[in-house]
């Protein structure tokens, strides 16, 4: 019977106005989303296109700075697992945990995205959490990650998300984190036009920081800030690394 509706939801899609479809699906809850539109999970971070290039962007980045396949990996904001399902299938079976704040998002994409790419039995860890509460994963970690997600957070979110990590990284362990650049410095409050298409801000989403920024912001942790700059990122987001003292 759900094969018949979608089916049907499918072939009416393209006489329905897009006036019409939008208020439709507002008015309808998540979990019947996937009736109107298969891979709606995948939208919600946008850049549908970009799916495989940007999933795959982060993940050879990792490995290039020293991921392994014995690593335990937490990806913050692992949203539908556009990165997810290449670090799944690399890292050993359990080692990858993944954190988001849309329960609806990870549960579609756990009922999807892993049977669509055969890793239903790597046993990921993907939960939802919107505190950064990340002791409750009762797991230490080598490596982390936040692919566009400080690009979202204030700054004390950002300060939330830090001390958090630091309770959780091993000692030498680092976490990855994607951010827009305000080269201006912190007294800058003009937007940044970081691509032809994106502007950032100084207090609205797309947020923008100065490097400096984030040092304060681990000051009493045990983490160290490094700026690495660009990575080929096609949205000009560039990318700092912080360290757990060892």
Known sequence: ??????RAVQAAKPFVPTAV?????????PRYHRHFDPD???????????????????FDYLVDHGLRPDHHLLDVGCG????GLKFI??????H??????????IDESLRTELPRSGLAGRRPTVVAMGDFGFGRLNQTFDYAIAQSVFTHLSLNSIVRCLINMDQVLLPGGQFYATF????????NLEDVHQTATVTSHFDSDYYHYDVPSFEWACEGTGLVPEYLG?????YNQKMMVFRKDG
């Open 1 to 6: 019977m759900q094969d018949l509706v979608e």
């Open 180 to 187: 827009y650049e305000n080269e201006r410095g912190r007294a």
């Open 89 to 94: 299938e690399y890292l050993e079976p359990g």
């Open 230 to 234: 660009g990575w080929d990122n096609p």
């Open 21 to 29: 479809k939008r208020p439709i699906k507002r008015a309808v809850p």
């Open 40 to 58: 709606w999970h995948r939208r919600t971070i946008g850049s549908v296109p970009l799916w495989e290039h940007l999933g795959r962007l982060q």
């Open 80 to 83: 539908p697992l556009r990165g």
């Open 96 to 105: 990858y945990f993944g954190v988001d704040k849309r329960a609806d998002v």
